[in-house]
């Protein structure tokens, strides 16, 4: 079982820029696909990014496509969540969580996630 963890979270003003990042003790987590999640107060968590391990495929929520960039680094055992522009509604707990296939990570069908990093957006 892959226990991933996630920081990089912070305060930040509208339309600045946050680098996030999820990472694992387990040699095994640079052969998962990995994505990032979100949830707001009172809202359910959601999608927003996924990569698999061989950066092939990458999928993005409709909502941060060509603001948020997420990418990876094997040899560091890293996942980042680069973003951009940021806006007041990404004011969210940020999870990542980790699937065998990629295809999958959308559904956000997962028993475990992590303590998650906070993102605050100052408008």
């Known amino acids: 079982q892959v226990q991933q963890v996630e920081s990089g979270g912070g305060l930040v003003q509208a339309g600045g820029s946050l680098r996030l990042s999820c990472t694992a003790s387990e040699h095994s987590f640079r052969q998962y696909a990995v994505g990032w999640f979100r949830q707001a107060p009172g809202k359910e968590r959601e999608f927003v990014a996924a990569i698999d391990w061989l950066h092939n495929t990458i999928y993005y929520a409709d909502s941060v496509h060509g603001r948020f960039t997420i990418s990876r680094d094997n040899a560091k055992n890293t996942v980042y969540l680069q973003m951009n522009s940021l806006k007041s509604e990404a004011t969210a707990v940020y999870y990542c969580?980790?699937?065998?296939?990629?295809?999958?990570?959308?559904?956000?069908?997962?028993?475990?996630w992590g303590q998650g990093t906070q993102v605050t957006v100052s408008s």
């Open positions: 969580n980790v699937d065998g296939d990629v295809k999958r990570l959308p559904r956000g069908e997962y028993d475990y």
